[in-house]
């Protein structure tokens, strides 16, 4: 390979969808063949395992998370010619890491940095599965939520107006019935849009703190976007640090948070790998 | 990290620290109710309630029966009643199936075969008589049950019943110190001990799901189940007319399943307040609307992912048992086999606690999987009574069909109704098989807790079964 091809390559690793491939073997997760690959988030008794089914078919796979008791499933799926590889994540009601569950499904976004989360939310419990929508947006911008079980929401007659969650949110929001397969066309084509870059999320951030903690924020963010240029989510690590989460304490020292800021040499290799077998 | 980069972190981190202590300690409340604050401003646009209420009554009308005072514990008993006479009764045929094709069709093509081939005769003892047919006799016993259990767990699971059980149930675990949601694992316990330590992933909190896993055992295991049948029917059906034998029996049967449940709170109580100390957490529990099950999902992801994967953990412990219950009884030392020494051994110990040499011996034989603990005792005893005409030689497991030949058989071994109360009170109250503490170790990741798991239940077997056995021989003088 010439030399202007390395660096064309290298600098398009940044951009190219699975350049996270080394945090992602962590995770367990191996990349061979897919394009993409998609986080499956929600709450529990949402649905989310029959949008998992009906996405993936029989082409599942069971097992642990690396390291922990809480099982996870893993599928994929073909759209449009790209392959998607699902990963279920456990059903949780927040991202505060405050069980083994929780900590998975943030571990996962955190570090294996999904292509898009799939967040499906029950329609007839809006409020409370919003609080979940809300702090996987703080971790990652590419989101689709799933506006799933319509169905029943309409049978208790609540009326959701998808486009105010689109507004608010700044992410798609696709209403579906997933038990009728109702809307999970839209929902594919969503998740491709915001995979492949059309579709750009402007996710919403949470404004309201108390202003002393605002401007506590606002200090530690700029430190830490300084250090790790191009780290998506520098105000949630901040809002981490601030609250004392170990985990995240480690993960800076560590420097797996600098790996997601940067590309190292070494993995550029591995990543170029992979790419080209992506690309074969 | 270059070296710039870690004084950098390391900047960021006292930053931190300064700024944390200087914003006080409530931090993580503030941040939460500004997340919950934002979900409620958003849902209360984005949700419009045209009209009344028309939230369907069959839910409610439900829930009221299920989780009512008066109604919700006779029917969450019925329900499960129902449920273990399914599998019980409706795992018999296939079992008879599988043995049939396992034991009585290819064991003995295969040992003919392997006669035939000219392959030496203890090579095929050990690998046919005694790794075949151990893992044959779990097979056949343990994947009928499982097959039928978990699907209709799994069922109930998905209708949304069990979330209710745990409603129902956890103020009995609150007052034990465990977790309501452990209601839940110690039912799957009555269909595998390891699969229910597999399901206290549910628990949260580390304490409470310790305390879980260490109890699970007192589940009455589908396991054991077949040694209780049998044991009853010989032992306490038999006191009583034939025409009651049968219930009282069952109900015989029921009452040591009853008595694991109580020893679970017991347990559960003990630890709480002595080596697992702590709160009990709250956990807020959602009553999900009822949902239709669906039924070939729920078939194909409980069979793969429930059955397939405890029936391989047996099969894994199997083999090598069946090896060694081969070998103890074929391997001499000074004319006798080692189990003969062994039982001689254990005797005194066993008869101390109203039990004998020949269930210790095969108990521990047993480890990997209780289901041959009686096709064990059967050989074991065959071989020390010098019985013959029944059985297929030294260290071959077999089952006999015939009550009164089996009765005989059991009183030539020097056994009494003593003996058969104390070995289904053993039978419930001893280690876990080794895929259990497999599991365990796995799950927990400690061994001391393991050995805690395996331990603890032998000791109180042992002071239990001696308890009944003094008080006995008082009142029989």
Redesign the interface.
């Known amino acids: 390979m010439t030399t202007p091809t390395m660096g064309a390559t290298a600098a398009g690793c940044a951009a190219c969808p699975v350049h996270n491939v080394a945090n992602l073997l962590k995770l367990g997760v191996t990349m061979d063949n897919w394009n993409f690959v998609v986080g499956l988030a929600g709450n ?2 949402t649905g989310k395992s ?1 949008v998992f ?1 009906a996405l993936t078919g ?1 082409r599942q796979h ?1 097992g642990n998370w690396p390291g922990k ?3 996870r499933a893993e599928g994929g799926f073909e759209y449009h010619g790209h392959r998607y590889k699902l990963v279920d994540l456990p059903g949780t009601y ?1 991202l ?1 890491a ?4 929780e900590e998975a499904a943030r571990d996962f976004l955190l570090f294996g940095r999904p292509d898009v989360t799939l967040v499906v939310m029950d329609a ?1 419990r ?3 599965n ?2 979940l ?3 996987v947006l703080e971790i990652t911008d590419r989101v689709v939520v799933c506006l799933n079980l319509m169905d ?1 929401a309409r ?8 486009r ?2 689109v507004r ?2 700044g992410v798609p929001v696709v209403p579906a019935s997933a ?1 009728y397969r109702e809307g999970l066309d839209q929902v594919l084509q969503a998740v491709s849009e915001v995979a492949t870059g059309q579709f750009v999320c402007k996710p ?1 951030r ?5 202003s ?2 605002k401007r ?1 924020v606002a ?2 963010t700029t ?2 976007a ?2 790790f240029p191009g780290l998506p989510n520098a105000r949630w690590v ?2 981490r ?4 989460d170990e985990r995240i ?1 480690q993960a ?2 560590k ?1 797996e948070l ?1 790996e997601l800021g940067s590309v190292s040499p070494s993995e550029t290799a591995t990543t170029e790998a992979a790419r080209l077998q992506v690309v074969r | 990290m270059s070296a710039s980069n870690a004084t950098q972190v390391e900047e960021i981190l006292s930053t931190a620290r300064n700024l944390r202590s200087e914003l006080g300690t409530d931090l993580h409340e503030q941040l939460v109710e500004a997340v919950f604050a934002t979900a409620a401003r958003i849902a209360d646009r984005a949700v419009t309630r045209p009209g009344e209420k028309a939230r369907p009554t069959l839910d409610r009308t439900l829930d009221r029966l299920v989780t009512s005072r008066i109604w919700g514990f006779p029917l969450m008993f019925l329900l499960f009643a129902v449920m273990f006479w399914l599998t019980i009764s409706g795992a018999n045929v296939p079992s008879g199936w599988l043995a049939w094709l396992l034991v009585d069709t290819i064991y003995p093509v295969l040992r003919e075969g392997a006669a035939g081939l000219g392959l030496p005769w203890w090579l095929w003892g050990l690998a046919i008589d005694g790794m075949y047919l151990a893992t044959a006799w779990v097979v056949s016993v343990m994947l009928p049950p499982m097959a039928i259990f978990f699907p209709l767990f799994t069922l109930l699971e998905d209708f949304g019943y069990l979330p209710r059980v745990a409603f129902n149930l956890d103020w009995l675990f609150k007052k034990a110190g465990a977790h309501g949601k452990q209601a839940m694992t110690t039912m799957m316990g009555f269909g595998c001990n390891a699969a229910g330590v597999i399901a206290t992933r549910i628990i949260d909190s580390p304490r409470e799901r310790l305390i879980a896993i260490l109890t699970n055992n007192f589940a009455l295991c589908n396991g054991r189940w077949p040694t209780q049948i049998l044991i009853a029917t010989l032992f306490i059906g038999s006191l009583v007319p034939a025409y009651l034998g049968g219930m009282v029996s069952a109900l015989a049967v029921v009452g040591v399943a009853v008595l694991g449940v109580v020893l679970t709170f017991v347990i559960a109580w003990a630890l709480s307040r002595t080596v697992l100390r702590g709160q009990v957490s709250t956990f807020s529990l959602e009553l999900p609307p009822y949902r239709p099950p669906r039924i070939l999902q729920t078939l194909y992801t409980s069979i793969i992912d429930r059955t397939i994967l405890v029936l391989w953990r047996a099969v894994v412990w199997a083999l090598p048992a069946g090896a060694l219950i081969w070998l103890t009884s074929n391997i001499p030392i000074g004319g006798r086999s080692i189990a003969e020494h062994l039982i001689t051994l254990f005797n005194p110990l066993g008869l101390f606690v109203g039990l004998n040499g020949v269930i210790l011996l095969a108990y521990i034989l047993a480890i990997p999987a209780n289901e041959i603990v009686i096709p064990t005792v059967l050989m074991l005893t065959v071989l020390v009574t010098g019985t013959t005409g029944v059985g297929q030689g030294a260290g071959v497991m077999f089952d006999l069909q015939d009550t009164n030949q089996l009765i005989g058989l059991l009183h030539a071994g020097g056994w009494t109704l003593l003996t058969g109360v104390n070995l289904m009170l053993f039978s419930l109250i001893h280690n876990p098989c080794s895929t259990t503490i497999y599991t365990i170790y796995k799950e927990t990741g400690s061994a001391k807790w393991t050995t805690v798991a395996a331990l603890m239940p032998v000791a109180l077997g042992f002071a239990v079964t001696f308890l009944v056995a003094l008080v006995w021989r008082m009142i029989a003088g």
Do not use: M, Y
């Not at chain 1, 405050?98 to 569950?101: G, I, Q, T, V, W």
């Not at chain 1, 049978?155 to 998808?162: K, M, P, T």
């Not at chain 1, 949470?206 to 108390?210: D, M, R, T, V, Y």
């Open positions: 529990p008794n029959t089914n029989l069971t008791t809480v099982s927040s505060l405050a069980s083994p569950d007839t809006v409020e409370r919003l609080n929508v809300l702090q029943e049978r208790h007659g609540l009326q959701v107006d998808d105010t969650l608010e949110l038990r919403r949470i404004q309201n703190e108390p002393e903690l506590a200090d530690l430190r830490i300084s250090a901040a809002l640090l601030l609250d004392g304490i800076i020292r420097g600098g």
